[in-house]
Structures are given as structure tokens and as C-alpha cells.
């Protein structure tokens, strides 16, 4: 009998694991925030050595030459901005400009995909019954 039969009432491990996880990221985002209001210029610090880290965290050297030169673009096109208002537009446009261009073709191509092979089994399931 399944472990997850046994007790119902117990949240699965994965469950636990994702809400302490979420717990841990909520409270180093209050951290953050509040570092951000009271002493932007270790904020920055602290935002660039995280930054650092994920990228040197890449273990294929071409993947984190790549993630360098995009947070070198970033950067620069932050830069030139401007004011914050005019930077967080930019950053906003950034981001609905890849979601429309980059990710919603790519999930559209890996649905078409899903759906061909789900015919595939269909086909072969209709056949053999």
C-alpha cells in the first residue's frame, strides 16, 4: 500500500519542501527590501554578489560566458535610461517583449508537439484495441 494511502492527512514531502522554500524566499526578499530602504548602496552590493554567484554557478563555461554578455546588455541599457521611472518602464517593456517573442512561441511549439505525440498514441492505442 502507498505510503500517501496510508496517511491522507499528511502533506507530502515535496509539499513541505516547497513551502519551506517559499517561507526561506519570502523572508530573504523582506530582507532585501528593507536593506533596499535603509541602505541602498549595501543593497546593490549584495543584489551584484547574487548575480555573480548564480552566473559563476553555471557550470558550462559557453552558458555563463552567455548569462555575462545579457547582464552586460542589462546593465548598459539600465544605465542609459535614465531616471528609475524611466528604468523600470524599460525593465517592465523588457519583460512582456520576451514573454511575447521568446516564451509564448516556444510553450505554443512544445504544446503543438504534445498534442502530436498524443495523437501518435492515440492512433497506436485505437489500433491495437
Partial sequence: ????????????????????????????????????????????MKRKK???DLINSAQDPELRKRLWDMQRRWDQRMRSAGSAHNRFILAQTLFWDHLVNEWVPTLQEIRNQLQGLHGIVSTKTNSSG
Fill in 1 to 44: 500500500m502507498w505510503e500517501a494511502e496510508v496517511e491522507k492527512d499528511k502533506p507530502l514531502k515535496w509539499q513541505e519542501e516547497r513551502e519551506r522554500s517559499r517561507e526561506q524566499a519570502l523572508a530573504k526578499h523582506h530582507e532585501l527590501h528593507k536593506l533596499y530602504k535603509e541602505n541602498p548602496f549595501v543593497f546593490e
Fill in 50 to 52: 547574487a548575480i555573480e
